[in-house]
């Protein structure tokens, strides 16, 4: 009884042998919708990918706005939060000074704000280190040439995966609301 079961055995490794070998020959590899096509595909895909990165920058458009006026907003937002504005970063101008040609600058206006919350700075590192790249934070403020009346608030996310990161998410988003809300307010 055993040698048959012996025999079955083989028989079963002789028939994934054959099957393995049979995969691999170069009629199933040489097909046309064959492994290396797939493998090409996968492979460009992957590629693809990493060149071009996830979208996380969050806008928030207001219409009919003035710049100094939502300048002045994300300002009062900030501080409102109990922080303090490290710098603002006169972007625009800097593009101007040291772009090869001043035509293709893309706006009107711009600049980022930076600022930091020394708690929220403590949590993120203690929950990941490497973290520390989200501080400071910063919100852009900009229009793009030929639309003035059109102001745009940017960030970029900090994601989700950690409480701290979800509280920075949220610190943002409070920010650039109360920015545009104040924005908006006509004196």
């Not at 071009?52 to 003035?66: E, Y």
């Not at 293709?104 to 980022?112: K, L, Q, S, V």
């Not at 229009?143 to 059109?150: H, I, K």
């Not at 608030?153 to 509280?167: E, H, I, N």
Request: glycine content about 8%; proline content about 5%.
């Amino acid at each position: 009884m055993r040698s048959d079961v012996l025999a079955g055995m083989n028989s079963l490794e002789c028939q994934g042998k054959g099957l393995l070998r049979q995969m691999c020959s170069l009629r199933l590899l040489g097909a046309p919708c064959g492994a290396p096509h797939f493998f090409l595909v996968f492979l460009c895909l992957l590629c693809f990918s990493a060149i071009c990165p996830a979208q996380d920058a969050v806008v928030v458009r207001l219409s009919k706005a003035d710049f100094r006026a939502a300048h002045d907003g994300l300002i009062e937002a900030i501080e409102s939060e109990g922080l303090v504005v490290g710098s603002v970063l006169p972007f625009r101008d800097m593009l101007a000074r040291t772009a090869v040609g001043a035509e293709t600058i893309p706006y009107g206006e711009a600049e980022i704000v930076q600022f930091c919350s020394g708690a929220l700075a403590a949590e993120l590192v203690r929950e990941a280190p490497e973290q520390l790249t989200l501080c400071p934070m910063s919100i852009a403020l900009y229009t793009l040439a030929g639309e003035p009346s059109e102001i745009r608030l940017a960030y970029r996310s900090p994601g989700s995966s950690t409480a701290g990161r979800q509280r920075a998410g949220s610190l943002l988003q409070r920010i650039v609301q109360r920015a545009a809300e104040l924005a908006r307010l006509t004196w």
